[in-house]
């Protein structure tokens, strides 16, 4: 009998989690479950802990007390072979950087299979890349089949991000981890960049965003985890936020950031 993902357990689960550097507090006291193939939004103001989250979900950092299970496994416990089958797993776009500057747009996706090669492969790529039909059939999904031999400087800031999306295909990652991806782009670009990512999701995939811009809410995401001061005061459907509720997590941010502009969301997702 094949295992159900809810029988499978948790992708990601935070139990009593603090986070500290010195005498600053960055988390604190978090539980949370987040299971297989769901789509995930973080909201919150600057400061708010949003990063450190995806950074403990994707093992770059460990909580000060309290545990922190990515994908079944407790990151606290995995050192060396153990943590890098781990992270092989896991796909993480930023906001910027996502691209080795020097190497063309085929190396750049290609990176995304080097966790299924071995290291005399991944080396002779470099000279002579190897599996460019994948590099090629990813980029024509994300319509960027035309710049396969491009550096990244000749790429606009959105082609650069759709391509680390194509990295991602072809990592085939279980959990996608993305901090703030759209808030250099403009407004349609960031759309479309957080739409591909969602589309990442499934069965087998789960996906984090961290957002800036409150209009992609309208996604369709099926979570949205609000943070301030490092603690989680929502944890609910899009369709329960309310103007009451984002003045009270972004505080002084909320006039800053407009969101008395924010169109919200009564359906659930778009």
């Not at 550096?151 to 680390?164: C, D, I, M, Y």
């Not at 929502?234 to 800053?256: C, H, M, N, W």
Request: glycine fraction near 10%.
């Amino acid at each position: 009998m094949i295992a159900t993902p809810a029988q499978l357990g948790p992708d990601v689960e935070f139990v009593g989690v603090h986070k500290r550097i010195g005498d600053r507090v960055l988390l604190h006291d978090l539980t949370l479950s987040i299971p297989r193939g769901e789509r995930v939004a973080l909201i919150g103001p600057s400061g708010a802990g949003k990063t450190t989250l995806l950074r403990l979900c994707g093992g770059v950092t460990w909580p000060t007390t309290g545990e922190v299970r990515v994908l079944g496994q407790r990151t606290g416990a995995l050192h060396g072979r153990a943590l890098c089958r781990l992270r092989k797993q896991i796909g993480f776009l930023h906001q910027h950087d996502n691209l080795v500057p020097g190497l063309r747009v085929a190396h750049n996706v290609l990176i995304g299979r080097l966790g299924q090669w071995s290291l005399w492969k991944a080396l002779w790529s470099l000279l002579r890349p190897q599996e460019v039909d994948r590099a090629a059939g990813a980029l024509q999904r994300v319509e960027l089949a035309s710049r396969l031999w491009a550096l990244p400087e000749e790429l606009s800031g959105g082609e650069q991000q759709r391509v680390a999306i194509a990295r991602l295909l072809l990592q085939s990652p279980r959990l996608v981890l993305a901090d703030e991806p759209a808030s250099s782009l403009d407004i349609r670009l960031g759309r479309e960049i957080v739409q591909q990512l969602l589309a990442l999701a499934g069965k087998d995939t789960t996906v984090l965003v961290s957002l800036h811009a409150l209009d992609l809410l309208q996604l369709p995401f099926d979570r949205v985890l609000a943070l301030r001061d490092g603690a989680v005061v929502f944890d609910g459907p899009v369709k329960s936020i309310t103007r009451d509720l984002l003045r009270a997590v972004y505080g002084e941010e909320y006039q800053r950031l407009h969101l008395d502009d924010v169109d919200l969301v009564r359906n659930g997702g778009a």
